[in-house]
């Protein structure tokens, strides 16, 4: 596919270049939150901000006139102020040293004005792409028609996509555009696509895989898909408590999806079969309830007091996933062991972060949440090999998936 290399050989000054960056940021006070916070309210980790700075500024550099299109959280295909990208706009700001305006609209006049005032050089941000509901349609004619008033903002222009935490999408500014107009691959989706491949392909072994998070619903297909390929799969998080149930061990109020316990149960059978070694925590520390000063107890997994609720996972635990994770030759983790908002509760997503820094694995940090932790809790970003920016288009990848996003790029070479 041809990429951010072979469009500056073209020689960009002057001309219109549309990015599709993934700006999904979280918004709010820093125990909590997510995309969910009025536009006054600040950006509590601007990971994805930073990540989509080189392609910005290489084609700034390069003099092009730069109008990047992403979205923030979910509103429902209409403007809503706490969605609005202004934060994201301050932040490109700050970082680039350069004032980015953001255009009050997405296609309308304000967006039309924005970009017909941008110098060579200059950058704007188009706000949030989901204030209009044909970006996520499942109609595809009428993303096409959004795409199309898209291409028509940056006559002559040219469309990069850099934003891979969307690109397991088909919508209108990740996939359609990329028809719409000449389109090549950021410098931020051919370094993910790359760090896939090579969880994939000629894999160096022990290979160990990590799941947390808080359902086994969002992860089905790609544990299913690990199974065959996995030396070792160490589940923790909230997802960690419907496999001991369907161990058959009494779990409390700890997190439960109740609906799957059949296809864990099928998890585990396949696991035993292939040889996989599925590693579940065997102790957690057992809340009184939801609550960053909660009270709790490290309790054995297989013995969870009715009334309590796992929120980490225990010392045990902690040395058992370390031990686990020291002689991997590759290791992919995407979720938290715990809930790392809360401090009391850090501990095992921690444990986990520091065990991948020591290891001389290519360590593959996946998905915002297991990202953010390590930023929140003060793990320098370098000791792991690569931190993804997309968590879902990640599992999709590993789960065998074709990514419409991506393969869109190749269809014009």
């Not at 730069?66 to 969605?83: C, Y």
């Not at 000629?202 to 808080?214: E, F, M, N, S, W």
């Not at 009334?307 to 020291?326: H, N, T, V, Y």
């Amino acid at each position: 596919m041809k990429n951010l290399e072979d469009l500056l050989g073209e020689d960009v000054s002057g001309r219109y270049v549309l990015v599709r960056a993934d700006l999904n940021v979280p918004l709010g006070s820093s125990d909590g939150g997510g995309p969910q916070a009025t536009a006054a309210e600040t950006i509590t980790d601007d990971g994805r901000v930073r990540a989509a700075l080189p392609t910005l500024k290489r084609l700034a550099e390069a003099g092009a006139k730069v109008v990047v299109t992403a979205h923030l959280g979910r509103p429902k295909g209409e403007p809503d102020p706490k969605f609005s990208l202004a934060p994201v706009a301050a932040k490109l700001t700050e970082l680039l040293g350069v004032d980015v305006p953001l255009a009050g609209d997405l296609v309308g006049e304000s967006a039309k004005a924005t970009v017909a005032g941008l110098t060579d050089g200059q950058v704007a941000l188009l706000e949030n792409v989901r204030f209009d509901a044909r970006e996520t349609s499942k109609v595809e004619a009428e993303r096409q028609e959004l795409a199309a008033e898209l291409a028509a903002l940056v006559p002559g222009g040219a469309f990069v996509s850099d934003g891979f935490g969307v690109v397991h999408r088909k919508q209108a500014s990740v996939y359609e555009i990329a028809r719409a107009l000449p389109a090549y691959a950021g410098g931020l989706v051919l370094a993910e696509v790359d760090v896939l491949k090579k969880l994939t392909e000629d894999l160096a072994r022990p290979y160990v895989v990590v799941l947390g998070g808080a359902k086994v619903s969002d992860k089905l297909g790609v544990i299913a898909n690990l199974l065959t390929k996995v030396d070792r799969l160490l589940i923790g998080g909230g997802m960690a408590y419907t496999f001991l149930k369907a161990q058959g061990h009494e779990v409390g109020n700890s997190l439960l999806q109740e609906d799957q316990l059949e296809q864990v149960r099928g998890f585990l059978a396949e696991a035993e079969k292939r040889g996989v070694e599925l590693i579940l925590p065997v102790d957690v520390l057992a809340a009184t309830g939801f609550a960053a000063d909660a009270e709790f107890d490290v309790v054995d997994a297989t013995a969870i007091p009715a009334g309590r609720m796992g929120l980490d996972i225990g010392p045990k635990s902690r040395e058992l996933f370390a031990g686990k994770l020291a002689d991997a030759a590759t290791v992919f983790w995407n979720g938290p062991m715990g809930v790392f908002e809360f401090e009391s509760f850090a501990g095992g997503t921690r444990a986990v972060a520091e065990a991948l820094v020591k290891s001389d694995a290519f360590t593959v940090v996946g998905g915002g949440d297991s990202a953010a932790a390590v930023r929140q809790l003060g793990l320098p970003e370098d000791g792991f090999s690569h931190i993804s920016t997309g968590g879902g288009a990640s599992l999709e990848y590993l789960e065998g998936k074709e990514l419409p996003g991506v393969a869109v790029l190749g269809e014009n070479d």
